[in-house]
């Protein structure tokens, strides 16, 4: 069975201080990784994925993760928050292979970047 | 216009009424999805369909009918609404796995129930 984990419901980071939102997974075959981000009152948006290759991914809105498969582990990653970064996160995987296209989601981790 | 839509964005309901909330996507895609989205669960798949007249069961089926009759649409009913079902819907598509695209899914904007 897959499943994700988010170990925080909350992160708070200053301002122009580098931010780390964590999520750890669980699946029996190679995973498929994924950061979705959700404003309010709106549906989530794709930020980057791991499928296969470099651990480090980059992605939307200078987004980036790394892929540590000993420890199980996508923590998304930004060298220098903004304000409107805050939002609720998403961290998702697929086991592949599957037969379904669908991917488990955490639970979510709400960051909020103080001014 | 292009994209995913849903309606209706707000819903309120009774106990026991029927409600369907529609899902309709421009980019025919070949998979399409349904979640909820629940304070402490994140969001857990309901319902899933990888082509027109192919559905398959996600995390929490009870409760929920899903029909696709035409690839760019994905309705959602509920039979006898319940408390329980209060929640954020949304509707998601993704491209066919093999190829570039695939596995990222888009999703509409949702639709927010509330059943008294």
């Known amino acids: 069975a897959q499943s994700v984990a988010q170990p925080e419901d909350q992160v708070n980071v200053a301002e122009g201080n580098p931010l780390t939102v964590k999520c750890t997974y669980s699946?029996?075959?190679?995973?498929?990784l994924f950061w979705y981000v959700q404003y309010p009152n709106r549906g989530l948006q794709f930020l980057l994925k791991y499928i296969t290759g470099d651990n480090l991914v980059k992605g939307s809105y200078g987004f980036e993760a790394e892929f540590n498969k000993s420890q199980t582990s996508f923590h998304l990653k930004k060298p220098s928050a903004l304000v409107s970064d805050s939002a609720l996160y998403f961290c998702?995987?697929?086991?592949?292979?599957?037969?379904?296209?669908?991917?488990?989601f955490g639970t979510g981790t709400r960051l909020t970047v103080i001014p | 216009d292009a994209g995913i839509t849903q309606s209706p964005r707000y819903k309120i309901t009774e106990t026991g009424r029927q409600v369907t909330l529609m899902c309709h996507q421009t980019?025919?895609?070949?998979?399409m999805f349904w979640y909820r989205q629940d304070l402490g669960h994140g969001l857990r798949l309901i319902y899933y369909s990888a082509a027109a007249d192919i559905t398959d069961k996600g995390e929490v089926p009870d409760g929920y009918v899903v029909s696709r009759s035409k690839t760019e649409n994905f309705p959602l009913t509920l039979e006898s609404a319940t408390r329980s079902q209060t929640s954020v819907y949304f509707c998601a598509s993704s491209e066919l796995g093999a190829l570039p695209g695939a596995n990222v899914l888009t999703f509409g904007a949702g639709s927010r129930l509330t059943v008294l």
């Open positions: 980019w025919s895609h070949s998979y």
């Open positions: 699946v029996s075959g190679n995973p498929y």
């Open positions: 998702a995987v697929r086991d592949m292979p599957t037969g379904a296209n669908n991917l488990f």
